[in-house]
């Protein structure tokens, strides 16, 4: 087998109220609603398709490192550190659940959002190489 995985097209999140959850992501993220029922929604948010998935309570993507941190299983990445101190700015004003822009000791700076089931993502000042060559620069 010669042929690669080429991209991650969709990302699956649990979410209790599917209807709460997509107005959430269209109005504080600007994401685009393609399809809703009881059970899902799927939604385009940077560049992939997100399904917004009915779970129980109590359930979100985090899980826990071997140190017992809670971890995030998304990066969205952003196109420099103003972006990303714009965007940290906005989501406080739309009063996402965020963390402090923090320096982790690798090329650009982070920080981390929560969205209404609690579920964690990360944001990054950099863009992957691969994206800008092929979408910004290509």
Known sequence: ???K??????????????ELSAEWYVNKLGA??????????????ASQSIFLVKSRENQ?????DFYGNEQFSITFEVNGLDAL???????IEKEIKSGDIENRGHAGKNFVFYDIDGNKF??????????????ILG
């Open 85 to 91: 101190e714009s965007i940290h700015k906005d989501f």
């Open 1 to 3: 087998m010669n042929e």
């Open 122 to 135: 990360d944001v990054w000042s950099e863009l992957s190489p691969i994206f800008k060559e092929k979408f």
């Open 5 to 18: 995985l080429i991209r991650v097209g969709t990302t699956y999140l649990p979410v209790t109220n599917v």
């Open 60 to 64: 979100n993507s985090n899980f826990y």
């Open 32 to 45: 685009e609603l393609n399809y809703k029922d009881n059970d899902k929604a799927i939604l385009n948010l």
